[in-house]
Structures are given as C-alpha cells and as structure tokens.
C-alpha cells in the first residue's frame, strides 16, 4: 500500500526516499526470514514500465541506503536496477544511478562484476542513430572510473570482461572501432591494463587481416585469370597518393559511420587508424616527442609483436604498428632490428619462426626509409657472413636445394637478395661502394650446392641476377640456366614459404596509410625494365662457356657452378645446434 501510494503521487524530498529505504529494508529482512511477498512488490514496483524518472530516481535514493542488506539472493533485484535505461536520463538521475551503484559495490564486491559488465557492454553501440551516443560513452567512464576508484581489484574483472565482449569481427565497422576508441579512452584512468588491450586489439586486427584476400590487398587485377608470375611481383607495384592530412586523426576521434557495411578492408582499415593515432599521441604527450614513452610503447608492442605476429602465416598489416613506431628514434628501431636478428640466430626457436624473421628484416630494411645507409650495410654484412658460416658448415654435405631442412638459410638468402634490389644505388653510388660489395662475395653464395636460387622467390632471383650481373658482383646466369634444365621434366619447381615472403609489402588501407606513406619506400623498378630485357636477350645467345669467359670466371669459381646440381636426396645427418 505504502509504495503504491508513493508511486503515485508527486511528493518529493529527502523524506519519500527515506520511507521507499525502509519499506526495502523490511522486505530484504522479511525475504532473509523466507517471506518474499513484499520483495516481491517491489521488483514489480521498479520494474514498472510506466514509472515515472521522479519516483525512479527516489527508489534509486532508498535502495542506496540500503544496500548493505543486499547479497546472494537479490541478483535479481540488481539486475532490474542494473537494466534500467539510465544513461539517457537528465544528469542528476545519473549522479544519482552512479550513487547507488558506487553504495553497491562498496558494500557488497559480488556486485562488482555485474556492474563492470554491464558498463562495458553499453561500450558497443546498438545503433548508429543514438544522437546522444557521445555523451553515453562519457557517462560509461564517468561510472567504470568511479568503480575502479572504489574498488582497484575491479581492474582483474575488467581484463576478463573486455576480451568476453569484444565484438564479434563480423559486426559492422562502427560498432568494431567504438569498442577500440573505448578501450583506449579506458587507458586514461586504467593505464596498467595497456598491454592487454593493446594485445586483444592486435590479435582481433590479426584476425581480420588474414582472412582478407590477398590479391585485392595488392590490387590485382579482377580477372581471374591471373598469372602465377604476376602473382609473385605485386610488392613492386603499388602506388599510394599522398594527400591526407594525419594530424585529424587522434585515438578519440569519432568512428565514421559511413564507410561499408561488412567490408573487411574498411575494418581493418579504421581499427589500424585508430592505432596508429593512439600510438602518435602515446609517444608524443603534450604534442612533444618523449623517448621514454616511446620506449615503454614499443616494449610493449615488441612483445606483441613476438607472441602474437611473428609466428602467423599471412599477417599484411597489425606489423605496421611496430614499423610506425621505430620510425620515431633510432633506438627503437635498432631495438626492433636487435630482436629479428637474435631470432634469425637462435638455435631454439623453431625454423618457421627463424624464416619468418628473417623475412620481417629483410623487409623492415628495403622499406623503411628512416633506416641509413649505416645500419643497412651493418645488418647486410650480419646476413651475409650468416650465410658464408652456413655454407662452410653444410655445403660440402649437400647434394641440392632442401627446404625442409635449410629453410632459414633460404630466407636470409632471400633478405639479402631484396635488401640489395632496393638499396643497391645507395650501396654502389660511394667511392668505395662497388668495393664494399665486392668484399661480400655474393657468387660465393649463389654457387654454392645449396642453390638458392632455386628455392627463393622468382621475381626476386630475376632482378638480383640482372643487377649482380650488371655490376659484375655475382654470375647467376649459368646457375638459373642450370635450374632450368634440371626443373623443365618436372614441368615446375618447388618453393619454400615462410607464410609472409615479404611482410612489409605497400601499405594500401587508405585512412590509416596517412600514418605510413611518408616513412615508407616505395619501389622504383622502372629504371631495371630495359636491364632486365636485355639481361633476358642476352642469356638467350649466351652459353656457359662464353658467359664465364665474358666474366672472366676464375676456375675455382666455374668448377663451384658446375656442381650445382638438384637432387631429391638431402644430408643423412643435421645437428641444427652447429647452425
């Protein structure tokens, strides 16, 4: 009767709160003894759908008093309060929501997971079309930080509840990129939770980016029919325009709702620009440049990066996060370098993963224009000692090309083939450039029984042979002769994979390629088209005995190519601890 008669008149003040706090706490104890008739009445009462906000907010004002009376047994009495639609409601009902919820938590922590779960949830829109979304998502932090502030051990629930809910990939970009600029947001006042969101965020843009079909990542062409040669040569290719301005973009800026519905591109597209905006604002607080941050953030991703990326077969784009960041100091882009190398070297970590690094600094190197001439001949003389080491070591037991056991040895093969193809005017346009190359003795490699030029990638084998041929610094041409004859009954050839061949290929999202374009190397290939036709005419009149002589091949050297043969067999024994 009394809460009737409550719900249906106008009275306010502190003293109709106070009467709806006494008639809850009789019905808690009255429940406490087995008697839930008038709890009952007041689930009824609150779950109403004609109640007024008035007499709702006062219901919110007693339950606050009473919610130390609250416990196993009354989830569903806060799951009614926890389901009521208050975040659109004038601001005082708010103040008043985050009161009660703030008296809950602090006087009963079962609670507490419930409530974070329910603030998180309302991180996910549910429409486009909320005019008030903005100030829905400040009044979900406004509450989660009070929680947190209640109570710190909040932050372990947090952690398990981000990762539960997390959109689903399949949900429409806007709702993808509202949850990530949340999460971030959520960083502000939970900054020890960095590395976790910033891990759960990269792996959900790993598995968007690896279910994206390739060739429309390098713009091929929509004809089916498409060669496996055009297939293999996209990352020499691309071109991006280069006029967006990135300074608009920030970690906070409000998710575009226009961009097509379902497109996996467009997705991954906004979660990388988002990011990446988060990454710049990071590493420069107040608009300045702090190495220390910047070195904290790359600590982090440098960890992601090992866990989550390295070892995944087909990843084209979360990686970009670790390039943008080592372009801010050469600190951390040595400490990046730093790390691929000592994985290339390592003995106890599996071949897939050596070759797969192996692959990310070959690429790192060609591409990133902040690395200098210094450090790309430094970690160019690393690869090739490597692979002379290797030689001495396993040549003299091989009978030809075997991925299966020298796929790493094939892999940084195949980074000093594509370091050279794109600094290869850097490297020689010096004095002392033609000499420094000259000192590496690359026919050395390319002769050798291991034969990578059998096993590395075609259209990058074509154009270090007509390089290395142009400046006379390795004769590759007898070899792939050689390989030609061998393969032709076999009607094809056999490739190792390292999954990502080159995994710094152009970057072609086109919002969150505002972040990369200016740090990027393009390849500039035209120059090597009349080279490489000629190189072509030429091998085609040339044989062995007449290219050697034009070479002036020592005899040491002619015998090492003449050994080079292809054979199914491959070593008895390999103790890969020796490697």
């Avoid at 100030?135 to 051990?153: I, K, S």
């Avoid at 910033?198 to 079909?213: A, F, M, R, Y």
């Avoid at 003299?396 to 056991?405: C, F, N, P």
Wanted: glycine fraction near 4%.
């Amino acid at each position: 009767v009394i809460c009737s008669g409550l719900m249906d008149t106008e009275a306010r003040g502190e003293a109709a709160s106070a009467v709806i706090a006494h008639v809850i706490s009789q019905a808690l104890q009255k429940k406490a003894h087995g008697d839930a008739s008038e709890y009952n009445i007041v689930l009824k009462e609150l779950s109403h759908a004609d109640i007024k906000d008035v007499s709702l907010r006062r219901w919110l004002v007693g339950l606050k008093g009473c919610t130390t009376f609250l416990g196993k047994g009354c989830e569903d009495l806060v799951g009614i309060t926890l389901d009521l639609d208050w975040i659109h409601k004038d601001d005082q009902f708010v103040e008043d929501y985050i009161e009660y919820l703030s008296s809950l938590v602090s006087g009963n922590a079962v609670f507490l997971s419930p409530c974070i779960r329910k603030l998180i949830s309302l991180m996910k829109p549910k429409t486009q079309q909320d005019p008030d979304l903005k100030l829905v998502f400040q009044r979900v932090h406004q509450t989660l930080h009070r929680m947190l502030e209640l109570a710190p051990g909040g932050l372990h629930i947090v952690q398990k509840t981000v990762q539960e809910l997390f959109p689903y990939k399949g949900k429409d970009s806007f709702v993808l990129d509202c949850y990530v600029m949340n999460l971030l947001q959520l960083l502000d006042y939970a900054p020890s939770l960095n590395p976790l969101i910033l891990e759960l965020t990269v792996t959900k843009l790993i598995e968007i980016d690896t279910e994206l079909p390739k060739q429309s990542e390098h713009q091929l062409s929509d004809d089916e029919d498409v060669s496996e040669e055009e297939d293999e040569q996209p990352q020499f290719q691309v071109e991006i325009n280069d006029d967006a301005d990135v300074s608009r973009l920030t970690p906070y800026s409000w998710p575009d709702a226009d961009g097509p519905v379902g497109d996996l591109s467009h997705k991954l597209d906004v979660l990388m620009a988002r990011l990446l905006a988060y990454c710049k604002c990071f590493c420069h607080p107040e608009g300045v440049f702090c190495l220390h941050a910047s070195t904290y953030l790359f600590s982090m991703l440098l960890e992601i990066f090992k866990r989550c990326i390295l070892p995944t077969l087909g990843s084209s784009y979360p990686q970009f996060l670790c390039f943008y960041v080592c372009s801010l100091h050469e600190s951390l882009y040595q400490g990046f370098l730093q790390c691929l190398w000592m994985t290339v070297e390592s003995v106890s970590v599996s071949a897939t993963v050596r070759q797969s690094a192996a692959a990310y600094l070959g690429s790192f190197i060609a591409r990133a224009k902040f690395v200098p001439l210094s450090c790309t001949k430094t970690m160019l003389e690393l690869l090739v000692q490597w692979t002379h080491r290797y030689v001495d070591q396993f040549d003299h037991l091989s009978s030809g090309a075997d991925t299966t056991i020298h796929g790493p040895f094939y892999a940084v093969c195949q980074a000093v083939f594509y370091i050279f193809i794109f600094h290869h005017k850097q490297l020689l346009n010096t004095e002392s450039g033609l000499q420094y190359m000259q000192s590496l003795n690359l026919t050395r490699i390319v002769s050798c029984r291991l034969n990578p030029l059998l096993v590395c990638l075609d259209s990058v084998v074509e154009m270090f042979a007509t390089l290395t041929r142009n400046y006379q610094l390795a004769f590759c041409y007898t070899v792939l002769e050689r390989n030609r004859r061998i393969l032709l009954p076999h009607q094809g050839r056999k490739h190792f994979s390292v999954g990502t061949l080159f995994p710094f290929d152009p970057y072609t999202l086109p919002k969150s390629g505002q972040f990369i374009r200016h740090i990027y190397r393009e390849w500039e290939g035209s120059h090597l088209s009349d080279l490489i036709s000629e190189a072509d005419s030429q091998s085609e009149h040339d044989t062995d005995d007449e290219y050697l002589r034009k070479h002036r091949i020592s005899e040491s050297d002619r015998d090492r190519m003449s050994g080079v043969l292809l054979s199914n067999s491959s070593p008895q024994s390999f103790s890969p601890a020796a490697n």
